[in-house]
């Protein structure tokens, strides 16, 4: 969601602060400002738009300074326009914020008792309004934000920088990321990594309701209880300053590109000749009764799929919940129940308080998350990272094939500790594992095919995607990407629902992707599609060789892919179901890496 970045630096900060924020587009955003302290001033800079926007604007109007705080936001309270942009200030506080203030109307009505009245529609400049008035009863900085945050309820990330201060930024955080980085007699602060990495590769990751007062000399941090707390630094790896296009038009293009080396690094990482293995001690399968699979969007797509794996490969019955429904429904955990978090960002807050909710209640609690040192991460009993490397487009795509590769590992793991799957399946299910990232390379090599179906779907209100079986949750994945991408209405349905409503749809003037492996269902799927194509259904059929020579009279198009074993199906064909949401994209023109409305990591509820 929303970036923030802070130096205490040695030289002028304003195009350094920019330069961060370029690092966070990937999160989305709708405007972009800076403010500094130059010679004990106070002064800020805001632009509605792309960064290129703030840019312009400092060129015109310079703003010097070697202490500064710089934000991305993404709307929350108020519309995209300049007044809403961050940073916030009154008086002598400026503030950049990452989060929802859920008591904002108590607040708004006691600042107003006090004579003081907003000049936005946000929740943050009311922490920026109340700071201000602790200053001016006579309290110094940190005892100003302190008596701020016990004011404030729900989640933030909160960066202060105050008039008169040049060498003082303070952090807090409470349900969204943030962290500090150590430099030569500088400092920075961060929503990730990824901003301070030009900087830093030394970081230290605030915890839950930390706060800390930042000097050039380095951070004092405190807990939520208000005790003094040692944070350890680590060492970010160099890849997290890896967010060029490596030549591509798009991020996209480039993570889709990368997906053939991400699968083989995950599956080098889980196995070892034919044989599994896990950080730590695993999980005991033995003594589990049953799985509870709980994440948001795209991740939940790839656990919709491996409930499929669970319980066809390991008889081990699976639930599957959206986080942000999961801890409403108040759900019963019985003893055996392992809970499974999966997220990219390893920050998403429905999953996270889903998290919390499965605490003490759990035999224990799994994260597949492609950032380690995330919050999912560390109140996780045991991490299974996705080493996917930074994802920056915010439509996922090697994320998500990454994570159905620790799930299918997972899904064997507990088939064989479960005595369902004999050592000779075992080494012929990896096999057909490892065969995978050739496969993929293949699939990405049919861009001329999905490319020209992608001008037709250009074209098109509604699109339909259908699939049975495992293939269900890829047409789901199918229909969101392209939603995402190219802002085109698009539903999925499991084939067999097709005559409980949805075939009304049907016309000569819908797209119908069809996803069918040959697999167990494959009959099933084509008679399902042969249903459409009696209604003037426009149909594209994603499927192999076989299955093209087999079904493919009467389609309008056909993605053709190669044989692979249908278990593993899934992920395969996630590969066509990018492509075509790419194509689609381009060919209307949409901002592919940066869609509108939407961000990368979701860090409020």
């Not at 792309?50 to 934000?71: M, T």
């Not at 490969?313 to 999966?342: K, M, N, Q, W």
């Not at 194509?583 to 901002?591: E, L, P, R």
Request: with cysteine.
């Amino acid at each position: 969601m929303c970036g923030i970045v802070g130096i205490l630096g040695s030289h002028e900060v304003a195009p350094l602060l920019v330069e961060a924020l370029k690092r966070l587009e990937y999160r989305g955003y709708d405007s972009a400002g800076v403010a500094t302290v130059a010679q004990g001033r106070l002064d800020r800079r805001r632009a509605v738009g792309k960064l290129a926007n703030l840019s312009d604007l400092l060129v015109r109007e310079p703003l010097p300074g070697r202490a500064g705080i710089g934000h991305t936001r993404w709307a929350t309270h108020g519309a995209a326009v300049e007044a809403n942009a961050h940073p916030h200030r009154s008086g002598r506080v400026c503030v950049v914020h990452n989060g929802i203030i859920e008591n904002f109307r108590d607040l708004r009505e006691d600042l107003a008792l006090a004579g003081r009245f907003q000049t936005s529609e946000t929740d943050t400049e009311l922490v920026a309004m109340l700071t201000d008035r602790f200053l001016e009863d006579g309290l110094d900085p940190a005892e100003a934000v302190d008596r701020t945050l016990e004011r404030l309820e729900g989640a933030y990330a909160l960066l202060f920088l105050f008039e008169g201060e040049e060498d003082l930024l303070i952090a807090a955080r409470k349900g969204s990321p943030l962290a500090i980085g150590h430099g030569d007699g500088e400092m920075f602060v961060g929503s990730d990594a990824i901003a301070l990495a030009p900087f830093t590769d030394r970081i230290t990751y605030l915890e839950e309701g930390d706060r800390a007062v930042v000097r050039r000399s380095g951070a004092t941090i405190r807990d939520a209880a208000g005790s003094p707390v040692l944070r350890p630094a680590r060492r970010i790896e160099a890849q997290a300053a890896l967010v060029d296009k490596g030549g591509h038009r798009h991020f996209m293009g480039k993570e889709m590109a990368e997906q053939p080396a991400t699968i083989t690094r995950a599956l080098d990482h889980y196995t070892s000749g034919t044989a599994l293995r896990w950080p730590g001690d695993g999980i005991d399968f033995s003594g589990v009764q049953r799985l509870s699979l709980v994440a948001c969007g795209t991740a939940s797509y790839a656990c919709l799929v491996a409930r499929y794996w669970f319980e066809q490969i390991a008889g081990l019955p699976a639930d599957v919940d959206v986080a942000s429904e999961f801890r409403y429904r108040h759900p019963p955990l019985p003893p055996g129940t392992v809970a499974l978090f999966v997220s990219q960002s390893g920050e998403t807050a429905d999953t996270l308080a889903a998290l919390r909710y499965c605490q003490g209640k759990a035999d224990r609690i799994v994260a597949l998350v492609n950032v380690p040192e995330s919050s999912i991460a560390r109140e996780s009993d045991l991490v299974l990272p996705l080493l996917a490397g930074p994802e920056i487009c915010v439509a996922s795509t090697k994320a998500f094939t990454s994570q159905l590769v620790v799930l299918a590992l997972l899904a064997l793991e507990a088939a064989r500790q479960r005595g369902l799957l004999p050592a000779d399946a075992l080494t012929d299910a990896l096999a057909a594992l490892r065969s995978l990232p050739g496969l993929v390379n293949h699939a990405l090599s049919l861009e001329r095919d999905t490319r020209r179906i992608g001008r037709w779907l250009a074209e098109a209100r509604d699109i339909l995607f259908l699939g049975r079986g495992r293939m269900f949750p890829l047409a789901l994945e199918g229909a969101l990407k392209l939603k995402e991408l190219s802002y085109i209405h698009a539903e999925a349905y499991a084939s067999g629902e097709l005559k409980h409503g949805p075939i009304a749809l049907v016309d000569k003037s819908v797209p119908v992707i069809v996803m069918a492996p040959r697999d167990e269902l494959f009959d099933k799927t084509v008679s399902n599609m042969q249903e459409v194509m009696a209604r003037g259904g426009q149909v594209v059929l994603v499927t192999d060789r076989e299955g093209r020579r087999i079904a493919g009279d009467g389609v309008r198009d056909a993605v053709v892919l190669p044989d692979v074993d249908p278990l593993w199906a899934p992920i395969l064909y996630a590969v066509p179901a990018q492509l075509l949401a790419y194509h689609t994209a381009v060919a209307k023109g949409t901002d592919v890496d940066q869609p509108r409305n939407l961000a990368k990591s979701v860090t409020v509820e």
